[in-house]
């Protein structure tokens, strides 16, 4: 007979799992900009801050002429009914921040919100989850808080380092510029039909393996191959953090729905189950306006907007880079597909979906 700690269903004690938790966009832009660039402005050592960063991935902040701290934090809640997978899942989820600066992590703290009637069991099978993931990434788990919560919440925050010519930005990404994915998307769909009880087993594994890969291997291949423009895909899903990246760079973008990987299983709930994260939902409804959708299936819509936990990277970079980095992702195992391309074609953040395949059509030469 099962033990209390592998047969407390996790997912049953939130309403949104991971990612899809996260503050609405149209209620984060409004936020940030009440705050504005007061809270960076604040205290002795303000000028350490690397200035333009305020929506990247991670804060970078200048020790010296060749070394940049990276720090930042993630937290949520459950995305696995197993406690050590979500263990794992969050940990992952955490250093991908810094690698989507171009760094490498090497220091964590753990964030803890756990509910009294949970065993103490179920708490250690979430630490070894993600002490085991901390480990293979190099990165040393030295402490951390706890509080009481009736929704379990756990996460990290992440410290690494950055050599200031190979960090990547949001702000960096220039028309020409090819677009990269580096895994599917849908995880945030299995994840909402499991809690609904309807995501076969086959579902749910594929989408805990995408989230339990390291965007460790791609995010050094990226910098190694000189790409200085990244972010990676959370709680927004492509579209949401796409706009962002082009906000940021002041560009537009094409993108081709063909070319976007997506987890079949993910595809199937939302056109078959009608499943579809409420996250999800409202992000598409927030970018109605900055987004031509074409003529694009509204399952398919859904899932370009789909909440990621640890989700992969988004990348821009010049052709002769994007060729580059897609030979040594090919090289080493890494999934990486083009899927877009930045573009100079109207207001800052809009994005066209447009029909076929990468390659086809007018594009900026490069």
């Known amino acids: 007979m099962p033990d209390a700690a592998a047969s407390a269903n996790l997912l049953s004690m939130t309403v949104a799992g991971g990612c899809a938790g996260k503050i609405p966009m149209e209620r984060m832009d409004a936020l940030l900009e009440t705050l504005g660039a007061w809270p960076a402005t604040l205290g002795s050592r303000a000028d350490h801050l690397v200035p333009g960063t305020q929506r990247d991935d991670a804060a970078l902040y200048t020790l010296s002429s060749d070394v940049t701290l990276a720090c930042s934090t993630d937290f949520g809640t459950p995305v696995s009914q197993d406690a050590e997978t979500w263990g794992r899942i969050a940990a992952v989820n955490a250093v991908s921040d810094i690698y989507a600066m171009g760094g490498d992590p090497f220091l964590a703290l753990g964030i803890l919100g756990w ?169 598409y409804f927030a970018l109605e306006e900055r987004v031509d959708w074409s003529d694009l299936p509204v399952a398919r819509r859904f899932a370009l907007c789909d909440p990621q936990t640890s989700g992969g990277l988004l990348l821009a970079a010049p052709a002769d880079r994007t060729r580059a980095f897609l030979g040594r992702c090919a090289e080493h195992g890494v999934p990486a597909v083009e899927i877009g391309e930045v573009t100079d074609d109207g207001p800052a953040g809009t994005v066209v979906m447009r029909p076929g395949s990468v390659g086809t059509g007018e594009r900026t030469p490069g």
């Open 115 to 283: 509910p009294p009637q949970l065993p103490h069991e179920t708490v250690s099978r979430l630490m070894r989850g993600a002490v085991s993931a901390l480990t293979e990434c190099s990165v040393q788990l030295a402490g951390g808080h706890s509080i009481d919560s009736e929704t379990p919440v756990f996460g990290l925050c992440v410290v690494g380092t950055v050599r200031p010519e190979h960090a990547m930005l949001q702000s960096n990404a220039r028309p020409g510029y090819r677009i990269i994915l580096t895994k599917p998307l849908g995880t945030g769909i299995v994840i909402a039909g499991q809690k609904a009880e309807v995501a076969c087993a086959k579902a749910v594994s594929e989408a805990e393996s995408v989230m339990l890969t390291s965007n460790r291997a791609a995010g050094r291949l990226a910098r190694d191959t000189g790409i200085d423009a990244a972010t990676d895909i959370t709680g927004y899903g492509l579209v949401g953090h796409l706009r962002t990246m082009l906000l940021a760079s002041e560009c537009t973008a094409t993108v081709f729905p063909a070319a976007v990987p997506l987890l079949r299983h993910a595809v199937e709930l939302c056109e078959e189950q009608g499943i579809v994260p409420n996250s999800a939902e409202r992000t």
